[in-house]
């Protein structure tokens, strides 16, 4: 049982948006940073989203960020086959005084 | 561009000792001012945090594994290493290495390619 929570999976046609939540606590998203990972298979995450908003070099706009609260929320937009992956996401836990992730969610595009 | 690379055995016997070594090129480990990562991910499964070190040899560890990890730091090679204990066929594992951003020590960026890592006998 992860600390963070994640839809198992999402799906959405190709050009359109999708969402992925990820839900946690006051110890954990609450009170720190979010980053979010790709992971297509066979290959190691890739860092999409840190700093809860911010895009590394090279990473499309299409990727976008977001916190609320205890949540955290991935923004994928104009969708493509190439977006079919596992998405992850991470942050501190202060309170385990432990990195923690998410369980994973599995990005269909129809 | 910071690189890492996991080299260690594939296979490990029951009850004995994994050991793993992420080798850092492109960057010095003892001039970051962040904490080097290990991760892992049981096959099928998701991301599993396993502890992460400081050039100074400071370290954290996930609870669930902490009794059996020792995660430690060679900074004359530009090298941390992975220990667990007593493995159970339960680690059996794509073991990662990874390290934040210069600029953010709250995410991982720089991944190695992974390492799989199978407990049998």
């Known amino acids: 049982q992860s600390v963070l929570t994640q839809p198992p999976s999402v799906s959405a046609a190709p050009g359109q948006k999708v969402t992925i939540s990820c839900s946690g606590g006051s110890s954990n998203i609450g009170n720190n940073y979010v980053s979010w990972y790709q992971q297509l298979p066979g290959t190691a995450p890739k860092l999409l989203i840190y700093?809860?908003?911010k895009r590394p070099s090279g990473i499309p706009d299409r990727f976008s960020g977001s916190k609320s609260g205890t949540s955290a929320t991935l923004g994928i937009t104009g969708l493509q086959t190439g977006d079919e992956a596992d998405y992850y996401c991470?942050?501190?836990?202060?309170?385990?005084?432990?990195?923690?992730f998410g369980g994973g969610t599995k990005l269909t595009v129809l | 561009q910071l690189q890492l690379r996991e080299s260690g055995p594939g296979l490990v016997k029951p009850s004995e000792t994994l050991s793993l070594t992420c080798t850092v090129s492109g960057g010095s480990i003892s001039s970051t001012n962040y904490y080097w990562g290990w991760i892992r991910q049981p096959p099928g499964k998701g991301l599993e945090w396993i502890g992460s070190i400081y050039y100074s040899g400071s370290t954290y560890y996930n609870p669930s594994l902490k009794s059996r990890v020792t995660i430690s730091v060679d900074t004359s090679r530009n090298q941390f290493s992975l220990k667990l204990s007593s493995v159970t066929a339960a680690d059996t594992a794509v073991y990662y290495c990874?390290?934040?951003?210069?600029?953010?020590?709250?995410?991982?960026?720089?991944w190695g390619q992974g390492t799989l890592v199978t407990v049998s006998s």
């Open positions: 990874a390290s934040p951003r210069p600029d953010s020590s709250s995410c991982y960026h720089y």
């Open positions: 991470g942050t501190w836990d202060s309170s385990l005084s432990a990195r923690v």
């Open positions: 700093d809860n908003n």
